[in-house]
């Protein structure tokens, strides 16, 4: 394989779609709060983090709470949603991303995971996959978020190659932004308006193969 020695990926909407539990176990707390919680404003809440995700939903539904009681809120719907993520299966799994991981495997070109999720390796598990990685870089080991690059390069460290090596594979703005200011080479997956600072957007990586990524690396 000319170039590439690594392909690191984003988990949630890249491998696996878990932004449903989120929604669940944010909307579950709402009614108990006695308010209503929907999905155009689940929208608002992607790539935020728990404790501003909980503030801007008691704002919406006008309630006031103390930081101890917030904290507690977060703790809660956070054990909501791991409770829902250790009943997922493989067929959770999106298309092609299986797939892609056999074929990279057998080419000989490692594998990491890039995830600011805490549950990364139980969701990989869970859905049988974690044999695949080489690596799994998830929010319990960095400290610095996305768009900082310290998750990528941190798998790159992992795998033992250069980051200049690399091609990352995310679904968001700031997972982007962040395998470009590691020196990888990126693939977004999704909307190419949203996406564009991409080296190249796919809609999913049932649409991706060992040659395009190989016709991509030698890109200038």
Wanted: charged share 20%.
């Amino acid at each position: 394989m000319q170039g590439i020695a690594a392909c690191i990926f984003d988990l949630d909407g890249v491998i696996v779609d878990t932004a449903v539990y989120h929604f669940k176990a944010w909307k579950r707390l709402a009614n108990e709060l006695g308010f209503n919680f929907t999905e155009a404003q689940n929208e608002k809440l992607k790539g935020v983090s728990r404790v501003r995700s909980l503030e801007l939903i008691l704002g919406w539904g006008g309630i006031e709470k103390s930081a101890e009681e917030q904290q507690e809120l977060a703790t809660r719907k956070n054990e909501w949603y791991v409770d829902m993520i250790h009943h997922m299966t493989p067929e959770e799994i999106l298309p092609g991303a299986k797939e892609l991981l056999d074929s990279l495997r057998a080419a000989g070109i490692k594998t990491a995971l890039g995830s600011a999720s805490k549950n990364a390796g139980v969701i990989l598990d869970k859905v049988g996959i974690l044999p695949l990685f080489d690596a799994v870089i998830d929010g319990n080991m960095v400290s610095a978020s996305k768009p900082d690059p310290e998750v990528f390069l941190k798998g790159a460290e992992a795998l033992g190659v250069a980051p200049a090596q690399c091609i990352v594979f995310e679904d968001a703005i700031a997972g982007v932004q962040a395998g470009k200011a590691g020196g990888m080479k990126v693939v977004g997956i999704g909307e190419q308006s949203v996406l564009g600072e991409a080296d190249l957007v796919v809609g999913g990586l049932q649409e991706i193969n060992i040659q395009t990524l190989t016709n991509l690396f030698n890109s200038k």
